[in-house]
């Protein structure tokens, strides 16, 4: 399955970096209402839900990278 990054809300659209890099554009009605920015996304039935423990995983891995010497 592939995931969208909830990058961040601008008025009623939400900007998600898609699984090739590029950035698309949807409408906020077409995310779960529990969604943020930062979460991973799964495109379900023309919506996108946030994958909690994708989501979890990836924010433990940016976590551990940054909090090394060099953030890399």
């Known amino acids: 399955m592939e995931h969208y990054i909830l990058d961040r809300f601008e008025g009623g659209l939400a900007v998600l970096e898609a ?3 590029s950035f698309v554009q949807v409408a906020r009605s077409q995310l779960a209402p529990d969604a943020r920015e930062g979460d991973l996304l799964l495109r379900q039935s023309g919506c996108f839900a946030p994958d909690a423990a994708a989501t979890k ?3 433990e891995r940016l976590k551990a990278r940054f909090a090394r010497p060099g953030g890399r």
Do not use: S
């Open 57 to 59: 995983a990836r924010r």
């Open 19 to 21: 699984p090739d890099g």
